[in-house]
């Protein structure tokens, strides 16, 4: 299986860009970056994905390196309600659908 | 619009007994997961649906866990003779499409997740 690496804890301050990063140095040529979230007491929820190329949409900013061993999720103008813990998680590929978290990084973001 | 729907959201079982968790997914969408995931760790996967054929059930930890999806919509997770070890949280997550089978062109897919049940066994 492809793996994740990600910090255990990040704080942030309120107002400023969070910069959540993951390394993936095994990742194939056909998998996926996802990222997900989890708030306190309530499932997952999809943010971002990814494969080649940086991507943007509402939520968050994708940067993914031109070598695909690490990206990193962009959050740029953190709010106390993006305190959660972020997974990156690698899309296992073609034929596969399991999601496989890992334990992710808690973000604290601090008033 | 509706999300994914669990119930109950909490349950208490005494060593033994049997429980049944019920999923809600989004409507229309074809593809239904549950996931388990214990305190301080993230969500594991448990098994997969596609409409009401379970195709995945690797996750599964023992033969007291099973999972039906009976007219490919609302889902039961049934866990009998509950074990101390099995108290989690228990996820179920819907997706509109099916997974991306080899030689499709495909652009990822996003799982809504239920705001899960959480099992504790005394």
């Known amino acids: 299986d492809a793996k994740t690496t990600q910090p255990p804890s990040m704080d942030c301050a309120e107002g400023r860009a969070a910069n959540l990063p993951c390394n993936h140095s095994?990742?194939?040529?056909?998998?996926?970056v996802y990222w997900y979230r989890q708030i306190h007491s309530q499932g997952p929820q999809y943010i971002i994905h990814?494969?080649?190329n940086n991507e943007t949409n509402e939520m968050a900013s994708l940067i993914i390196t031109e070598d695909r061993k690490s990206s990193t999720l962009i959050l740029p103008h953190a709010t106390l309600r993006d305190t959660a813990v972020y997974y990156c998680?690698?899309?296992?590929?073609?034929?596969?659908?399991?999601?496989?978290f890992g334990k992710g990084t808690k973000l604290s973001v601090i008033p | 619009g509706a999300g994914v729907s669990q119930s109950p959201r909490y349950k208490v079982a005494k060593r033994g007994q049997d429980v049944a968790l019920r999923c809600d997914p989004i409507?229309?969408?074809?593809?239904l997961f549950w996931y388990q995931q214990a305190l301080g760790q993230g969500p594991e996967f448990l098994t997969y649906?596609?409409?009401?054929?379970?195709?995945?059930k690797s996750g599964l930890p023992s033969d007291r866990f099973f999972a039906e999806r009976p007219e490919g919509s609302v889902s039961t997770l049934k866990i009998q003779r509950t074990q101390q070890e099995d108290s989690a949280v228990y996820l179920c997550?819907?997706?509109?499409?099916?997974?991306?089978?080899?030689?499709?062109?495909?652009?990822?897919?996003?799982?809504?997740f239920g705001p899960g049940t959480r099992l504790t066994v005394t």
């Open positions: 998680i690698l899309d296992l590929g073609a034929g596969s659908y399991q999601l496989t």
């Open positions: 990814g494969l080649k």
């Open positions: 409507s229309g969408h074809v593809s």
């Open positions: 649906f596609q409409n009401e054929a379970q195709l995945d």
């Open positions: 997550a819907s997706c509109t499409t099916t997974p991306r089978v080899s030689g499709q062109s495909f652009d990822g897919y996003e799982q809504y």
């Open positions: 095994t990742i194939s040529g056909n998998e996926y």
